[in-house]
């Protein structure tokens, strides 16, 4: 029997001896009336030794035991901290000293008691009644070490929750930019809504999806790769500022800034342009940070990221140009063609001057790009659901902002000609009958719905967990995702 069985069975085994004396291990309900943390900061002036009359009840899970026969010190954490408890056989039934005797850490107990501050200076609750509320037969990790390893963190992401309660903080902060984007978009009059999960065609990004099945119908769908399409539909039905926070799922890498299924906020607002945009996501972004208590200045992968707007605007040619050297104003289309073989880039399909544009961006810039920036007047073959730019019809009216070398957000002036989408629309279908797997599909009732005609629309999408990511430090999408998928 290998070391954990043994335990286990050790455990059963008390779960028996614990049912004999008359004890339901598994109880309905327990009336918690304190936590840890309010009873900390309650006494945090209490002399050492001193004690008092007041009486507390509270639960939590058994965290470290220190039996001395008659008498115990231990530790329970609840859901907003950890304190100390103290046993002593004297002020507890035989019963409830049987029953703590048979106790083990990783346990929930429910303890009422007074509150002493001891020797050592530790405020500690003197435990006048014991109740248990759930017997764990599992052990935690070693004590000592906890669950360092970061593979099995994010595999049992509820044993990483009970033994590293830190991590509970980021997705508390998570929760919150969450409520902070929704609130500061309502306060600017937006609608949120919710638009279908599996769709019969999928679009609004340059992704591969899930497939799925839908039995009734006997056909296949797709899991949404983006709410854009949907969103518009809306636009186009007379709502005039809509957002969802959802989430989208693309079929493709897995690494420290990708997962399957990720979190998203996209909204849209009707007789604005990409300049618009650009403001209202600085607002989204500073609120959040304010929000959950960060200064205007964070830390990110080692660099100090200064959260201060205006951020900065660029296009991508300047960017290439500053960062790279290359000039591609200045370049044939051979000279530039060539650079694809000299820093060995990849791109599936035909070979663009645009596509040649954006695959040097990616190889010299985006890493470089820690400060806030808004990348803008890119090629127009990188997206068919944007306008092209005023300046130069060979590029769009988009914008990427990146922070800490990646892309957080994506926005357009969006395209609302049906005539020139579906010209677009029509060569993607091309592309993905050719093999390209993330170009996107032919979708006439979209199509239709600009038809019936949409108002000059600005819209933006933000990965709420890359943003999660940047504004709680963490250099890992797994970080910030509670049960992110995992590679065998």
């Not at 929704?182 to 340059?206: C, F, H, M, S």
């Not at 403001?279 to 964070?298: F, P, Q, S, V």
């Not at 019809?393 to 892309?407: A, H």
Request: hydrophobic fraction near 35%.
């Amino acid at each position: 029997m290998q070391p954990g069985e043994q335990l286990i069975k050790q455990r059963i085994e008390k779960l028996d001896k614990i049912r004999k004396l008359g004890i339901n291990p598994y109880p309905y309900k327990f009336e918690v009336k304190n936590f840890s943390d309010e009873i900390l900061k309650k006494y945090a002036k209490l002399k050492k030794e001193g004690k008092t009359n007041d009486k507390v009840t509270l639960a939590g899970r058994i965290m470290t035991l220190r039996p001395m026969g008659k008498i115990a010190f231990g530790h329970i954490q609840d859901y907003k901290g950890k304190i100390q408890f103290f046993i002593n056989e004297k002020e507890i039934s035989k019963k409830e000293f049987k029953l703590f005797n048979l106790l083990d850490l990783g346990d929930i107990i429910g303890i009422n008691g007074t509150i002493f501050r001891t020797k050592a200076g530790e405020i500690t609750v003197l435990v006048r009644k014991l109740e248990l509320l759930t017997k764990s037969l599992r052990p935690l990790p070693d004590k000592w070490h906890g669950l360092k390893d970061i593979e099995e963190r994010y595999r049992k992401r509820h044993v990483d929750l009970i033994v590293n309660p830190e991590v509970k903080d980021i997705f508390i902060k998570k929760f919150k930019i969450i409520n902070s984007i929704r609130d500061t978009l309502n306060k600017e009059g937006y609608i949120e809504v919710d638009t279908p999960v599996i769709q019969p065609i999928y679009g609004g990004a340059a992704a591969k999806p899930f497939k799925t099945y839908v039995n009734d119908l006997k056909r296949e769908a797709y899991l949404r790769i983006s709410d854009e399409l949907y969103l518009k539909r809306l636009i186009v039905g007379g709502f005039d500022k809509v957002y969802e926070l959802s989430k989208d799922f693309r079929n493709e890498s897995i690494d420290s800034t990708h997962n399957p299924e990720f979190s998203m906020i996209e909204f849209y607002q009707t007789y604005v342009d990409y300049k618009d945009m650009i403001k209202l996501t600085e607002k989204i972004i500073i609120n959040a940070n304010k929000y959950i208590g960060n200064k205007n200045e964070i830390e990110f992968f080692g660099n100090k990221i200064k959260l201060k707007t205006p951020f900065k605007i660029m296009t991508m040619k300047d960017a290439i140009k500053k960062y790279s050297g290359i000039n591609v104003d200045k370049l044939n289309d051979k000279e530039l063609f060539n650079l694809k073989d000299k820093y060995k880039l990849e791109h599936k399909g035909t070979l663009t001057r645009g596509w040649m544009i954006q695959l040097l961006f990616e190889h010299f810039v985006e890493p470089k790009l820690i400060q806030p920036i808004f990348i803008i007047e890119h090629p127009k073959e990188t997206t068919p659901l944007c306008k092209w730019s005023r300046k130069d019809n060979n590029l769009i009216e988009r914008f990427e902002l990146f922070i800490g070398g990646f892309e957080l957000s994506n926005g357009y002036s969006e395209l609302n000609d049906p005539i020139v989408q579906r010209k677009l629309l029509e060569n993607q279908a091309k592309e993905l009958r050719a093999g390209i797997e993330e170009a996107n599909p032919m979708d006439e009732d979209f199509i239709r719905a600009l038809e019936q005609g949409m108002p000059p629309t600005g819209g933006v999408g933000i990965g709420v967990d890359r943003l999660t990511m940047v504004l709680t430090g963490k250099d890992s999408i797994k970080e910030v995702i509670l049960f992110p998928m995992m590679k065998n």
